[in-house]
């Protein structure tokens, strides 16, 4: 189903996947700058939209630290364009429709869905430092208060 989980310390996996406009981009291509990579379950869903406007609401000030973010979901990119317009969104979002990236970050598999243990992307964020490393590995977090909680692992002033 999933490889093991990262931990603080681990490479963070490289990969290379095309954003909401077909262009590759690949994560070791960004070192030298730190990167929040986020893991959301469904492009537009109640939930995710949540947590992808609290980054874009935020992004100044992840910006103006140097640090990219990046969110990665199953969908494809024409949904991930979608989504984007709709909602304004300022950041990169990454199509990782094959589920490869998503397994490799121990993030596909099981999960609680209303009570029920479904199979699905698990919520989670990696901050990776400038040289390619987990700095922090959070799995299971809520969409909801959780861009806050990045902002504060990382010292950055509220926007």
Not at 2 to 22: C, V
Not at 29 to 58: H, I, N, W
Request: aromatic share 8%; glycine share 8%; with cysteine.
């Amino acid at each position: 189903m999933t490889d093991a989980r990262l931990s603080p310390g681990d490479l963070a996996p490289d990969f290379t996947l095309d954003d909401q406009h077909g262009d590759p981009v690949t994560l070791s291509s960004l070192r030298g700058s730190k990167v929040v990579l986020y893991f959301y379950p469904e492009a537009m869903t109640p939930g995710c939209t949540t947590e992808a406007c609290d980054f874009r609401d935020s992004l100044n000030s992840f910006k103006s630290a140097g640090i990219r973010v990046l969110g990665v979901s199953k969908d494809d990119v024409d949904k991930l364009a979608r989504f984007a317009e709709r909602d304004r969104l300022n950041f990169t979002l990454l199509a990782d429709p094959d589920l490869a990236v998503q397994q490799r970050y121990g993030v596909w598999g099981e999960k609680s869905l209303y009570g029920k243990i479904v199979v699905g992307s698990i919520r989670s964020t990696f901050i990776i430092d400038e040289e390619g490393r987990i700095e922090r590995a959070m799995y299971n977090v809520k969409a909801t208060g959780h861009v806050a909680r990045v902002r504060r692992e990382l010292g950055l002033d509220a926007a």
